[in-house]
């Protein structure tokens, strides 16, 4: 499987997603922000970090990076594109993810382990996630707390887009639990289409027991598990 | 020609930013302070003098970048 992390000025976080994939066995290249190739990655992660100095709004700059043109087609049709913190940003300002990233309510930076509740099983990036488990993941932001409108947010959740809630360590959604603030909890969404995801907690941070957690993998080994299966019944038909 | 764009969040988001300086205004003393909203303001300096497709353009781009409409509305003047 090949994936492509894309680098804007100012990512940090991408040296730690190709070390978490590589670590799973499977390939991992950078893109620049300014190429217009993806050479043929069947899956896009857009990373973390502070992409363009976070000026104006976070996210708002990078969306018009020539790559993000090539990231939108890859989605349009059907490619797997994860966007982790900054990228979720990012993906929410190209319209690809509805809603925003807000200051969070504290205005503290937050970076620390927090607890996830997988809320669906049913999306390339939470279907090998067993079902009682919650994850340990970190997070690592100042702007992580999601907001959308009230008719959107009803929509996220007539269509099962919500894939992560930040919870207690006994899986309670309480106000306590969330770093940020974010309605209902949200810490990870996916669109309707259910191949872009966008979570501001770093899977890519807990995908070794020397980092404190392996809980991570969970979701890329989701999305190679989809991959697997969708080369598999292209094999069959061919 | 001069761009004044001011970019505030909307009502119903929630702003941290101004809570917080709301709170501050009070322990200072300041009485009477139903609330405080916290935004931002651009200035753009323009060639020409066509205000009215400068105007056009720079609607375009408050909506399509200066701003996020999720979250914020701007006012925009050109003088």
């Known amino acids: ?103 969070n309510r504290s205005l503290q930076f937050r970076c620390e382990h927090v607890f996830l509740k997988t809320s669906t099983f049913n999306s390339p990036f939470t279907c090998k996630i067993p079902q009682d488990k919650l994850l340990k993941i970190p997070v690592a932001h100042g702007e992580g707390c999601y907001y959308a409108s009230p008719e959107t947010i009803q929509e996220l959740q007539t269509n099962d887009q919500i894939l992560f809630q930040y919870c207690d360590k006994d899986g309670n959604l309480t106000e306590q639990s969330s770093p940020n603030g974010s309605l209902l909890n949200i810490a990870g969404i996916c669109n309707k289409n259910r191949n872009i995801c966008g979570m501001m907690p770093h899977p890519e941070r807990a995908c070794e027991l020397i980092l404190n957690s392996e809980d991570g993998n969970l979701i890329f080994q989701s999305i190679i598990h989809t991959l697997s299966k969708t080369a598999e019944k292209t094999e069959i038909k061919s | ?45 323009l060639d020409g003098d066509d205000r009215e497709t400068a105007k056009k353009q720079l609607e375009e781009a408050c909506y399509m970048f200066l701003s996020n409409p999720v979250i914020e509305d701007y006012k925009l003047e050109i003088e």
């Open chain 2, 1 to 45: 020609m001069k761009a004044k764009i001011i970019i505030t969040p909307k009502k119903a988001v929630l702003d941290p930013q101004g809570k917080t300086v709301q709170g501050a205004l009070e322990h200072i003393g300041y009485k009477g302070v139903r609330a405080v909203h916290i935004g931002k303001y651009i200035e753009i300096e």
């Open chain 1, 1 to 103: 499987m090949q994936f492509a992390v894309i680098q804007f000025p100012a990512s940090n976080c991408d040296q730690d997603a190709i070390y978490a994939i590589r670590l799973l066995g499977h390939n991992a290249d950078f893109v620049w922000h300014k190429d217009n190739s993806l050479n043929g990655a069947d899956v896009v992660i857009i990373p973390g970090g502070f992409s363009y100095g976070d000026y104006l709004r976070t996210g708002a700059i990078a969306r018009f990076s020539p790559i993000m043109q090539t990231v939108r087609e890859f989605a349009e049709n059907g490619g797997i594109v994860i966007g982790i913190c900054n990228g979720f940003q990012i993906l929410c300002e190209a319209g690809l993810l509805p809603g925003a990233l807000i200051r």
